[in-house]
């Protein structure tokens, strides 16, 4: 089926999953609060559980802490992306912020933004605006 208006592609198909209440979310928390303790009361297990975290912590970082741990002062990247230091101030602190401004901190930070999406069956590495390729043969959904 589709979208009359635009012409996209809409997915009808109904789920069979009953809406949560507040007693599956406690049982899962409840549950999961077990497994944890299970992990935490056995040594080896409990080794295995902080190096993971660790690892984690290693991979994920916030916009303030990747510009801090590359010794960036917020004047230095707002001087590079065109802005303010208020304004990095306030970026930083955003939890929702557009893919090309990603983009531009990054840059000015010094790397380069590559977006991935997992799926149970692998990664992909989406090409979002202007990090397609030229040549890809691309073309928009709809006409502008």
Not at 42 to 60: L, W
Not at 82 to 103: A, K, N, V
Not at 120 to 138: H, Q, R
Request: hydrophobic letters at 45%; aromatic letters at 4%.
């Amino acid at each position: 089926m589709t979208d009359a208006y635009r012409g996209l592609p809409v997915d009808d198909r109904q789920t069979d999953v009953q809406a949560a209440d507040s007693a599956d979310f406690e049982e899962v928390i409840a549950s999961a609060a077990a497994l944890r303790a299970r992990i935490l009361a056995d040594p080896a297990a409990k080794v295995a559980y902080e190096r993971a975290g660790e690892e984690i912590e290693r991979h994920q970082a916030s916009l303030a802490k990747v510009r801090k741990l590359r010794a960036l002062a917020q004047a230095t990247v707002a001087e590079a992306m065109g802005m303010d230091q208020s304004e990095i101030s306030r970026l930083e602190r955003r939890t929702d912020l557009l893919l090309s401004t990603l983009r531009r901190f990054v840059h000015a930070t010094g790397g380069e933004l590559r977006l991935v999406a997992s799926y149970p069956d692998g990664d992909v590495e989406l090409l979002v605006g202007s990090s397609l390729p030229e040549d890809s043969g691309a073309q928009p959904l709809l006409d502008a």
